[in-house]
Protein backbone atom coordinates (compact mmCIF):
# COMPACT_ATOMS: atom_id res chain seq x y z
CA UNK A 1 0.00 0.00 0.00
CA UNK A 2 2.87 1.95 1.05
CA UNK A 3 4.62 1.85 -2.94
CA UNK A 4 0.93 2.87 -4.11
CA UNK A 5 0.04 6.04 -1.84
CA UNK A 6 3.62 7.19 -3.37
CA UNK A 7 1.94 7.68 -6.91
CA UNK A 8 -1.25 9.16 -5.70
CA UNK A 9 -1.94 12.65 -4.33
CA UNK A 10 -4.90 13.48 -2.69
CA UNK A 11 -6.17 16.92 -1.53
CA UNK A 12 -8.59 18.76 0.32
CA UNK A 13 -8.63 22.56 0.96
CA UNK A 14 -9.62 25.97 0.73
CA UNK A 15 -7.20 26.65 -1.53
CA UNK A 16 -7.83 27.84 -5.08
CA UNK A 17 -6.80 24.25 -7.56
CA UNK A 18 -3.57 24.64 -8.78
CA UNK A 19 -3.92 22.80 -12.24
CA UNK A 20 -0.34 22.83 -12.67
CA UNK A 21 0.79 21.34 -9.78
CA UNK A 22 -1.42 18.18 -10.56
CA UNK A 23 -0.47 17.77 -13.74
CA UNK A 24 3.25 17.90 -13.00
CA UNK A 25 2.55 15.32 -10.22
CA UNK A 26 1.04 12.82 -12.65
CA UNK A 27 3.58 13.12 -15.59
CA UNK A 28 6.45 11.02 -16.24
CA UNK A 29 8.84 9.85 -19.11
CA UNK A 30 6.60 6.20 -18.87
CA UNK A 31 2.99 7.41 -18.93
CA UNK A 32 1.57 7.83 -22.63
CA UNK A 33 -1.29 9.84 -21.50
CA UNK A 34 -2.84 11.86 -18.76
CA UNK A 35 -6.67 12.50 -18.34
CA UNK A 36 -8.19 14.84 -16.63
CA UNK A 37 -11.78 16.27 -15.34
CA UNK A 38 -12.19 19.87 -14.18
CA UNK A 39 -15.20 20.44 -12.19
CA UNK A 40 -16.14 23.69 -11.88
CA UNK A 41 -18.71 26.03 -10.91
CA UNK A 42 -21.59 27.04 -13.68
CA UNK A 43 -23.66 30.32 -14.07
CA UNK A 44 -26.84 28.69 -14.07
CA UNK A 45 -29.17 25.98 -13.22
CA UNK A 46 -32.47 25.02 -13.72
CA UNK A 47 -32.78 28.35 -15.25
CA UNK A 48 -31.59 29.89 -11.40
CA UNK A 49 -28.51 32.36 -11.55
CA UNK A 50 -26.12 30.54 -9.64
CA UNK A 51 -23.92 33.15 -7.74
CA UNK A 52 -21.42 30.19 -6.02
CA UNK A 53 -21.06 26.82 -4.58
CA UNK A 54 -20.06 26.17 -1.22
CA UNK A 55 -18.40 22.81 0.18
CA UNK A 56 -18.38 21.55 3.52
CA UNK A 57 -16.27 18.37 4.92
CA UNK A 58 -15.40 16.06 7.24
CA UNK A 59 -11.82 16.16 6.06
CA UNK A 60 -10.15 13.32 7.56
CA UNK A 61 -13.22 11.09 6.30
CA UNK A 62 -13.60 12.33 2.72
CA UNK A 63 -9.52 11.79 2.19
CA UNK A 64 -9.96 8.03 3.36
CA UNK A 65 -13.00 7.65 1.05
CA UNK A 66 -11.01 9.41 -1.77
CA UNK A 67 -7.70 7.45 -1.41
CA UNK A 68 -9.98 4.22 -1.50
CA UNK A 69 -11.66 5.09 -4.49
CA UNK A 70 -8.37 5.58 -6.07
CA UNK A 71 -7.12 1.96 -4.73
CA UNK A 72 -9.78 0.73 -6.22
CA UNK A 73 -9.30 2.36 -9.39
CA UNK A 74 -5.80 0.93 -9.80
CA UNK A 75 -7.27 -2.50 -9.22
CA UNK A 76 -8.83 -2.35 -12.90
CA UNK A 77 -6.41 -0.16 -14.80
CA UNK A 78 -2.73 -0.33 -15.12
CA UNK A 79 -1.88 3.65 -13.46
CA UNK A 80 0.97 5.34 -12.89
CA UNK A 81 0.02 8.27 -11.50
CA UNK A 82 -3.56 9.31 -9.66
CA UNK A 83 -3.94 13.37 -7.87
CA UNK A 84 -6.97 14.47 -7.21
CA UNK A 85 -7.34 17.74 -5.42
CA UNK A 86 -11.21 19.18 -4.16
CA UNK A 87 -11.98 22.53 -2.69
CA UNK A 88 -14.12 23.49 0.46
CA UNK A 89 -15.68 26.19 1.01
CA UNK A 90 -16.81 29.34 -1.47
CA UNK A 91 -15.84 28.39 -5.21
CA UNK A 92 -17.17 31.33 -7.49
CA UNK A 93 -18.84 30.93 -10.55
CA UNK A 94 -15.86 29.81 -12.90
CA UNK A 95 -13.29 28.08 -10.57
CA UNK A 96 -12.67 24.50 -10.07
CA UNK A 97 -14.01 23.02 -7.40
CA UNK A 98 -12.70 19.62 -7.84
CA UNK A 99 -9.54 18.18 -10.47
CA UNK A 100 -8.75 14.68 -11.56
CA UNK A 101 -5.30 13.38 -13.08
CA UNK A 102 -4.32 9.95 -14.11
CA UNK A 103 -1.42 8.77 -15.93
CA UNK A 104 -0.65 5.49 -17.26
CA UNK A 105 0.79 3.98 -20.01
CA UNK A 106 -1.94 3.54 -22.47
CA UNK A 107 -4.74 6.35 -22.94
CA UNK A 108 -8.02 3.76 -22.31
CA UNK A 109 -7.13 3.30 -18.83
CA UNK A 110 -5.83 6.85 -18.24
CA UNK A 111 -9.44 7.82 -19.50
CA UNK A 112 -11.59 5.26 -17.82
CA UNK A 113 -10.32 5.55 -14.82
CA UNK A 114 -10.75 8.89 -14.81
CA UNK A 115 -13.95 8.74 -15.13
CA UNK A 116 -14.46 6.32 -12.78
CA UNK A 117 -12.67 8.26 -10.25
CA UNK A 118 -15.51 11.30 -10.43
CA UNK A 119 -17.93 8.94 -10.60
CA UNK A 120 -16.97 7.57 -7.30
CA UNK A 121 -16.17 10.17 -5.61
CA UNK A 122 -19.45 12.02 -6.39
CA UNK A 123 -21.35 9.02 -5.24
CA UNK A 124 -19.78 8.35 -1.95
CA UNK A 125 -17.66 10.35 -0.61
CA UNK A 126 -18.65 12.85 2.30
CA UNK A 127 -18.25 16.10 0.87
CA UNK A 128 -21.69 18.20 0.66
CA UNK A 129 -22.44 20.93 -1.99
CA UNK A 130 -24.72 24.41 -0.98
CA UNK A 131 -25.66 26.03 -4.61
CA UNK A 132 -25.82 29.83 -3.47
CA UNK A 133 -28.32 31.50 -6.33
CA UNK A 134 -29.30 35.18 -6.72
CA UNK A 135 -32.89 34.34 -4.72
CA UNK A 136 -32.15 31.51 -2.25
CA UNK A 137 -29.68 28.60 -1.96
CA UNK A 138 -30.11 25.05 -1.90
CA UNK A 139 -27.58 21.36 -0.43
CA UNK A 140 -27.31 19.41 -3.60
CA UNK A 141 -27.02 15.67 -3.64
CA UNK A 142 -25.13 14.40 -6.77
CA UNK A 143 -27.32 12.41 -8.94
CA UNK A 144 -24.71 9.30 -8.24
CA UNK A 145 -25.15 9.14 -4.78
CA UNK A 146 -29.13 9.44 -4.72
CA UNK A 147 -29.00 7.01 -7.71
CA UNK A 148 -26.81 4.75 -5.11
CA UNK A 149 -29.52 5.09 -2.32
CA UNK A 150 -32.32 3.99 -4.81
CA UNK A 151 -30.61 1.11 -5.28
CA UNK A 152 -30.50 0.32 -1.07
CA UNK A 153 -34.51 -0.84 -0.82
CA UNK A 154 -35.28 -1.27 2.57
CA UNK A 155 -32.24 -2.85 4.12
CA UNK A 156 -28.72 -1.84 5.53
CA UNK A 157 -25.80 -2.69 2.59
CA UNK A 158 -22.52 -1.61 1.83
CA UNK A 159 -22.73 1.54 -0.35
CA UNK A 160 -20.59 -0.17 -3.20
CA UNK A 161 -24.00 -1.65 -4.38
CA UNK A 162 -24.15 -0.36 -7.97
CA UNK A 163 -20.83 -1.47 -9.02
CA UNK A 164 -19.76 -0.95 -12.88
CA UNK A 165 -18.89 -4.02 -15.23
CA UNK A 166 -15.36 -3.45 -14.64
CA UNK A 167 -15.52 -3.28 -10.83
CA UNK A 168 -17.67 -6.88 -10.74
CA UNK A 169 -15.04 -8.49 -12.94
CA UNK A 170 -12.56 -7.75 -10.23
CA UNK A 171 -14.12 -8.17 -6.96
CA UNK A 172 -13.70 -4.16 -6.23
CA UNK A 173 -15.34 -2.31 -3.56
CA UNK A 174 -15.51 1.56 -4.45
CA UNK A 175 -16.63 2.92 -1.13
CA UNK A 176 -14.70 3.98 2.15
CA UNK A 177 -16.64 1.31 3.93
CA UNK A 178 -19.21 3.66 5.37
CA UNK A 179 -22.87 1.75 5.99
CA UNK A 180 -25.90 3.41 4.87
CA UNK A 181 -29.54 2.75 5.92
CA UNK A 182 -32.16 4.18 3.82
CA UNK A 183 -33.86 6.10 6.91
CA UNK A 184 -30.69 8.58 6.98
CA UNK A 185 -28.73 6.62 10.10
CA UNK A 186 -25.01 5.83 8.88
CA UNK A 187 -23.10 3.70 11.24
CA UNK A 188 -19.39 2.30 10.18
CA UNK A 189 -17.81 -1.20 9.51
Known amino acids: MAAEDD ?18 YV ?3 QAGAIA ?16 E ?37 TV ?7 FIAVSSVHRADAL ?7 DEVKATVPIWKKEVYSNGEVWKENSEFLERRSNLGNKDVDCNVKMTESMEHNNKK ?16
Not at 13 to 19: A, L, P, R
Not at 92 to 98: A, C, D, K, L, Q
Open 7 to 24: KNLVEISENTIDIAKYMN
Open 27 to 29: SAP
Open 112 to 118: EACRFII
Open 174 to 189: PCCGTKVKVDDEVSRK
Open 92 to 98: PVGETSI
Open 36 to 51: TFAGTTRDTFENKTVL
Open 53 to 89: LRYEAYVPMAMRCIKSVCSSARVSWNLHSIAVAHRLG
